[in-house]
């Protein structure tokens, strides 16, 4: 497992974490290290056993104060999957995924408590939008990894913002329920290859943020790439995304600012 861990974490950051010793987990960490994104799927199903499974370990994930703000909802209707999957004619490769499931920031359950005891909401400011999101980020990160050591692939999906107001309706959700991303799911046919990251010396700091390591780790990163991923990723952003997700919110009557 240690070689295993080495080689995965060299192909990933340029640098292996090597083992001296054995320490316990060492077989989930491997796989862990391992992950890549799946978008090439077996036409076997899921076993509905295993999605509640991989659903409660999900759920189990930390959550803000026990306020509990992530829902995931399954997209089971083939004619709800064959709608989310005309929206988004770039990725033919959905329609071919097992399970789909849309993850969302969901505020309302909260709120029904506080109408449910007659009580005043004194929240409504950005910080109550932030911890449901981080909720449901919290969720679909266990989710991915509960798939992982489970033996499935996964593929997160953030284009369903790029038409949140028809995915709202399609799910039907109620005020403050925000879709956060979608993650397809299923035994995978294949992977993609493992994707490099930046190195631990401009991601991971001790005690400071170091700028100085930062613009090393961006000076050396393409050559390791193999590509200039600074210039797509400049590319991919000089053009407006979801500049109206904020009016979105707005109108799912999350407040972005206190009073």
Known sequence: MKSRIAAATRRRYGTAVELSGE?????????????????????DPVPEEFVRL?????????????????????????????????????????ARAPELFIFCADGWRLR??????????????????????????LALGAFVAAAELAGLGSCPISQVRDHIERIDELLELPDWVVPVAGLALGYPEAKEPLSARLAPSATVHTDRYDTAAV???????????????????VRQYSTVWRADFGAYVTRKRFRLKSD
């Open 23 to 43: 320490l316990p987990g060492l077989d989930a960490l491997a796989a862990l290290n391992e992950r890549s994104v799946c978008r090439r799927y077996r036409g």
């Open 112 to 137: 029904r408590l506080f109408e449910r005891r007659n009580a005043r909401f004194p929240n409504e400011h950005l910080d109550a939008f932030f911890n449901a999101t981080v909720d449901a980020a």
């Open 215 to 233: 613009e090393r780790e961006l000076d050396a990163y393409d050559a390791r790439r193999g590509r200039d991923w600074s210039g797509d990723k």
């Open 54 to 94: 991989l659903c409660a370990t999900a759920l189990a994930a930390p959550t803000k104060s026990d306020l509990q703000q992530a829902t995931i909802v399954r997209l089971a209707d083939p004619a709800k999957r064959a709608a989310v999957g005309a929206l988004l004619p770039g990725s033919p490769w959905l």
